[in-house]
Each structure stands twice: as structure tokens, then as C-alpha cells.
């Protein structure tokens, strides 16, 4: 595998007066390089150091972090972190659930607004759409309630006879499959309004339950590191299969065609099963004994799975490493995006982190200009170096070539690893000298930017327009009981060009 490489674009134009505010007038894109697959960060972070702009920084207050961002989706942020997440069936909506306070936000991707929010009364467990639309979705609470809504909100809550840790809805038979932790999966029948005969799992207690939507095959994970599958036309008969894996189970996910299935252990491996054979057809690690929180598969044939560092993504035919990238906070959930290249991720921030991988598909349609915004940032790679908007890296042989020492300690050059930035105007002027650099370039520079500023100040103040004071014409009738003082005043006050007639 190829070492991972980090390079970082802009991705809008804007001139700059003052090198100080450089971080804040541009909104940058990361992309990084693993295996020769590039990972496009689209809801990065700042990418200069924290100490570079300041000043600036105090001078625009809050509005500093505005400068900073791509919004692909309006409001996509929580107030503390973001949890779960799940796409429709219809690939219209997008449901994320954060704190605090708990809430779960309703995001439609045709207008890439937020529709609606749920206020929760707990962090929900696990979540699900019901419908293809946004019309049903359900919530697991670990105070033993499950909770539903419709686009009007809250619909009612269910009481849950014991805790449950995760939940699978069975389309066909309208039924809700509850991992609880009393040694069995609870039945809740939502065309039936109850509780039915509950699937009974032995002294094992289950943390995660899935379903095949080819076969219908429910597929339980235990804390004891198995898997057991079953019949849900029978409940009462005991496990169809059983397989071992040796660690607690923390993820399961079933492929389109239901005969593939993705199992997340705790020790931080990915067995990937044929249900048709009782051992691992691949095995995956991650390689730091952290639990799996997402396992999914890419209708391009690739495994994704994901665990509090960053997500890995194989080839699920040959089995070989495909790329891997990694989130700057603690990692909670990824939700790949249908047929595109587009991946969600929840994380322990307040931004819902959004990355493109070009090789798993294109941008959805709602999302076609970011492969414009790859292709402008394909365009500014310069020299394999790092661009930012309106800054040029330069090495210290670069300042000696130059003879640019003089500005080393001025605020015109930012220290930044074994370098410094430079605007590119003065840069510029320096480079196409052949003298090098003069105090009279620096001044010059230093004089045409501040010309520049005090007219952009002009152009934006307005002057007050002062109203005129009306004037009443009975106001200003002369009668018998002015004296000759008052008289004369209003006479002259009638003369007044902006008297009213």
C-alpha cells in the first residue's frame, strides 16, 4: 500500500488585502492519496495553522468560522456531535441524529435544506425509515421506549418490556425484530398494533440483528462472538445456523444479493461471510483493536467498514485493500450515499463530514456541481506543492535566491513548516525582477494595498439621506395675532424651495 498523501486546494477566487486574512477569504477542499485513490474531503477543516490570521480573526468576530466552510447542505451541524444517520429508500431525504439536545434533523437533498427537526427526550440507540420517503421512521431509546414519527413529528411511543440494543424492520410482514438484552428478539407487528411471539436466542444476549431482503433471513450478532440466523416463518424453532467468530459483535449488514454478510467485531477485524459456509470467505482488519461501528457494501462490489479512526473500503470479489480515509474527530457512523461516490459521516464534532471518492461513482444529481468544484481543484495543482488562494510556498533557498531576507521578520512572510507563505502579488513582482528584492518593491506593495483598501472602505459606506422636515401651510399663515417678528419668519419660511404646497 502507498503511503498516504494530504494536498489541499482552494476552491473560490477572491482577492486578499492583507496576508493575515488569508485563511479566512478562502473555503478549501483536502484531498488525500492512499493507494493511488484519491479521498476528496468536502467539509474540511482549517488547513493553515491555528496561530495564522488572528488578527484577523478578532477583527470579523464569529463570522471568522463562516469563511472557512463548504456548505453542501444547510444547517448540517449539531450544537456538540452528531450519531446516527439514514438515507430513504427514494435517495430524497437524509435523517441524522445529534446533541445537544438530542434531536434528529430531517434534510432534504433537492434543496439541500433541513425540513424538519424531532426534538427527543433521549440520544436514540438506532434509527430507520420505515417508508421510502420521510412519511414513518422509528427510534429505539435505551429507556426501553420506541418512538415514531410522521412529517408532522411525533406520532406516539411504545413502552418496550425489556432494554433493547438495536432493531431490523422486516418490510413483507410489516414486523419489527428488537435485539433486547433478555435473551431473545422481541416481535412488534405494526399491522397489528402488538407484540407477537418473540424469536428466543438461548442464554446469549444479542447486540445487533439484521435481515436479508432477498431471503428474509434474520441474523442475530452476540456478545459471545456469534452469529446465529433463523426462520421467521417459524419462531419457536431454534437457530438455522450458528458460526463462532471469537470476538463480541458490533456490526452486521447483509449484501443485495442476501448471500454475502459483513460481520464487525470488536478486536477491529471484518469477517466477510457466505451464508452458505460456515467459515470467513475474507478476513479484514483494521489494525488498532477498535470496534467496528459501520459495515456496508457499495453497489460497485466494495466492503465499507469504519470504526472510530476512519473507514476502510476492499474489494469485496478479490478481496484486496482499495483506499482508506481517516476523520480529523472520533468517527461514529459512515452512510455511503446510493450509486455515487458520496459518503456521510457522523463524528464527535459539529459538522457532518461529507467525502467524494471519484472512483466509487460520480456525484449524485442533487450534488452534480462538486465535480466541478474536483475538477477546479485537479486544475490548481502546481509543482506537487501545496496552493492556498492567494499564497505562495516558498522555500528558504527560494529567499536567498531572491534576496528577500530583509522581509523575513515582517508580517508580509508566515512561518509555516520548513517554509514561509508569501502573497502571490508581491511574489510575483519579486520573482520577475532579476535584482531580486528591494525595500522600494515592498513599500510599493505595501502602498498599492492599502490604495486598494481605503477605496473598497469608500465604496461601501452609504450616505444617510436626511429627511426633510414636512411643512404644515397652516402653519405658516400669517394672521392678525403674529407680531412683526413672527411674521416676518413665516413669510420667509414660505419662500423656502421645499415648502409644500
Known sequence: MKSAQCIIFSTKSRSCLFPQNQNLLMTRVIATTVNGIKTFHITAEKATPDYYGQRANRKIGTHASLKNKVELIAEFEFSGSSRNIDVTSDGMTLAVS??????????????????????????????????????????????????????????????????????????????????SEESQLLRLNLELGQFIESVHTGPKVANKVCISEEYQIICAGFETGEIEFYDPRDASRAAVASVDLGSEITQLAFDKSGLKLAV???????????????????????????????????????????????????????????TSFETKAALNQICPYQNSGLIFGTVETERVQVMLI????????????????????????????????????????????????????????????????????????????????????????????????????????????????????????????????????????????????
Open 98 to 179: 445529534g446533541e445537544y439536545p438530542p434531536v434528529i434533523k430531517i434534510f432534504d437533498l433537492v434543496d439541500l435544506s433541513q425540513v424538519t427537526l424531532y426534538s427527543l427526550k433521549g440520544m436514540p440507540s438506532h434509527f430507520q425509515f420505515l417508508s421510502d420517503d420521510w412519511a414513518k421512521l422509528v427510534s429505539l431509546r435505551p429507556d426501553r421506549k420506541l418512538d415514531f414519527y410522521n412529517k408532522g413529528g411525533d406520532l406516539f411511543s411504545v413502552p418496550l418490556p425489556f432494554r433493547c440494543r438495536h432493531f431490523a424492520y422486516a418490510k413483507p410482514t410489516a414486523n419489527l425484530f428488537l435485539a
Open 264 to 322: 464487525g467485531l470488536a478486536n477491529g477485524t471484518v469477517p466477510l461471510m457466505d451464508i452458505r459456509n460456515s467459515n470467513p470467505v475474507f478476513t479484514y482488519s483494521h489494525r488498532n483493536n477498535s470496534p467496528i461501528n459501520t459495515v456496508c457494501f457499495h453497489p460497485s462490489g466494495k466492503l465499507l467498514s469504519s470504526d472510530k479512526r476512519g473507514c476502510r473500503i476492499y474489494d469485496v470479489d478479490t478481496g484486496n485493500f482499495f
Open 358 to 501: 471519484p472512483e466509487l461513482g460520480p456525484a449524485p444529481r442533487w450534488a452534480s456541481f462538486l465535480d466541478n468544484v474536483i475538477t477546479d481543484v485537479e486544475e490548481e495543482k502546481e509543482n506537487g506543492t501545496e496552493i492556498f488562494q492567494d499564497m505562495k510556498f516558498i522555500t528558504r533557498e527560494e529567499i536567498e535566491k531572491f534576496d528577500m531576507h530583509h522581509l523575513i521578520k515582517s508580517s508580509v512572510l508566515k512561518p509555516y513548516m520548513h517554509g514561509f507563505f508569501i502573497p502571490r502579488e508581491l511574489y510575483r513582482l519579486i520573482t520577475d525582477k532579476s535584482g531580486g528584492a528591494t525595500d522600494g518593491d515592498y513599500q510599493k506593495w505595501v502602498k498599492n494595498i492599502r490604495t486598494i483598501r481605503d477605496e473598497q472602505k469608500q465604496q461601501t459606506k452609504i450616505a444617510p439621506e436626511r429627511k426633510q422636515k414636512k411643512r404644515d401651510q397652516g402653519d405658516l399663515e400669517i394672521t392678525d395675532y403674529d407680531s412683526k417678528r413672527q411674521a416676518k419668519k413665516k413669510k420667509l419660511a414660505q419662500q423656502d424651495p421645499y415648502y409644500k404646497e
